[in-house]
């Protein structure tokens, strides 16, 4: 689930802006709940050039080597809507499997234990 | 890849070389990873590209204030990252997406194999025919030749040799033409055989490529399209 979330949040950042290599590992690598490998980035960045959902263009650095800007394509703003709107049905598929409004079994043995723990106490008083 | 595209890339990969500085701990992890893709079937012009990317990722990061080490250590060995990119390729492959340094090697593959099958299918059916029009001839001629009086027979063609040798190297040359024809017919066979099994071999093995993604930063890497059709029928599948 998380490696394919890996996409959607490259399509997602260059939605906003175009960026290079370093600038979008960086802050992938800034929320640790993907736990992205410096080295994963590039393979894919280069994968999704080669698909076509994203273009490339040069720009002089004032302090480095010029850098590879990456940008959506238009064929990459279509499938980041597709995968939007996927992640959307996911989300909401494990939403309503996670958050259930009756108790599970654990709460019930729970419950079950306080109520015998009550009647023993009020015996004994 | 257009080539005005490839040459920019190229250009500016090149330009990148020397930001870096020449540190012995970076030119290795440079030429081991150029090694491993090379391993891989990626096209020279974009192992230069990847090598290019990589050392701006460095330069960019010893500027953030990151050691050289560091960084690599974020990058993971040359032989995983370049199994990330392979197995990325292999992905693209597998979708039936072969990238165009592939698909032109295919190409001249089964070009070479057509056009060397055609050349000697060419030259065994020439030395074929004719070997067999000759041992005809001569055959023929051994026994036609004693016949015909030898005042009406030019001088070339009065029978030098005796009729048993002309008859025998006739029938000779005839089985040896006969024999050049019937490999034509095999060699045009195996010929077939070898472009069949180029064309299978161009067909990737979509198991094998992900028994090598396990083991690789791959492992972290969109599954897209690669879990059969999506739902959606995106271009490359979606979240799985």
């Keep these: 689930m998380r490696r394919g979330l890996l996409e959607l949040c490259i399509l997602g950042l260059l939605e906003e802006e175009a960026s290079y290599g370093y600038e979008i590992v960086m802050r992938l690598a800034g929320q640790p709940v993907f736990a992205v490998s410096e080295g994963t980035v590039y393979p894919l960045l280069r994968r999704l050039k080669r698909l076509g959902h994203l273009t490339t263009y040069w720009q002089e650095s004032v302090s480095g080597p010029p850098r590879q800007y990456y940008r959506l394509s238009r064929r990459g703003q279509k499938h980041l ?3 939007r709107e996927e992640w959307r049905e996911i989300s909401s598929a494990v939403d309503a499997l996670t958050a259930t409004s009756s108790p599970t079994s654990h709460e019930k043995t729970a419950a079950e234990n306080k109520k015998k723990t009550a009647e023993a106490a009020g015996a004994a008083g | 890849m257009s080539a ?3 040459l920019s890339s190229l250009q500016h990969a090149s330009r990148t070389m020397g930001f870096t500085g020449h540190e012995p701990l970076l030119d290795r992890y440079l030429t081991g990873l150029r090694k491993e893709l090379q391993s891989w079937e990626i096209s020279p012009t974009e192992i230069v590209e990847i090598v290019g990317e990589i050392e701006r990722h460095v330069a960019d990061a010893k500027q953030a204030g990151r050691t050289t080490a560091e960084v690599l250590g974020g990058l993971g060995s040359a032989d995983e990252l370049a199994d990330a990119y392979g197995a990325a390729l292999r992905m693209d492959l597998a979708e039936g997406r072969p990238s165009s340094w592939t698909r032109a090697r295919a190409f001249s593959r089964r070009a070479l194999v057509a056009l060397s099958g055609s050349v000697v299918t060419a030259i065994l059916t020439i030395v074929g025919l004719a070997a067999l029009a000759t041992g005809l001839v001569a055959s023929v001629a ?13 001088p070339t063609l009065r029978p030098g040799l005796p009729q048993l040798v002309v ?21 045009r066979r195996l010929a077939h055989r070898l472009l069949a099994r180029q064309e299978r071999a161009s067909i990737p093995k979509s198991t094998e490529s992900f028994s090598k993604t396990t083991h690789s930063n791959v492992a972290h890497f969109p599954t897209s399209g690669s879990n059969g059709p999506s739902s959606r029928g995106s271009e490359s599948g979606g979240i799985t």
């Design chain 1, 81 to 83: 809507v597709d995968l």
């Design chain 2, 4 to 6: 005005r595209h490839e």
């Design chain 2, 142 to 154: 051994a026994f036609v030749l004693p016949l015909v009086p030898s005042h009406l027979l030019e």
């Design chain 2, 167 to 187: 008859l025998l190297a006739g029938g000779a040359l005839a089985t040896l033409g006969l024999q050049l024809l019937r490999w034509r017919g095999v060699h």
